[in-house]
């Protein structure tokens, strides 16, 4: 089962890896192609497991994202009052 996805050394592609792939092939990483499908069809079983993987990997994405937007809401919050205190003191000259 691909829970190996949230072990420390998997390599988790880059969005931008991820986006240049689906623009060369025209599909998500570990997914077969349409025509394969047509062609071959599919067994519940392998497919279920290759979206399982999919989801796990997207799970991880947007933990990192999520991660990412706090750190810049802490930023933003910082610099807020930053410029709320350069203000201040402007205005009380």
């Known amino acids: 089962w691909p829970d190996y996805v ?3 050394d998997y390599q988790l592609k880059s969005l931008t890896e ?3 792939f689906i623009k060369v092939n025209g599909h ?3 997914m077969p192609t349409a025509l394969k499908v047509e062609k071959n069809g599919f067994t519940v079983g392998n497919m279920t497991k290759r ?5 796990e990997e997207l799970t991880l ?6 991660k990412q937007i706090d750190k810049q809401d802490a930023l933003i ?5 930053r410029v ?3 203000e201040s003191k402007i205005t009380q000259k």
């Open 51 to 55: 979206m399982v993987k999919t989801i």
């Open 61 to 66: 994405y947007t933990i990192e994202q999520e």
């Open 6 to 8: 949230f072990n420390k």
């Open 84 to 86: 709320m205190a350069l």
């Open 18 to 20: 991820v986006e240049s």
């Open 77 to 81: 919050e910082k610099l807020m009052e």
């Open 28 to 30: 998500l990483p570990n």
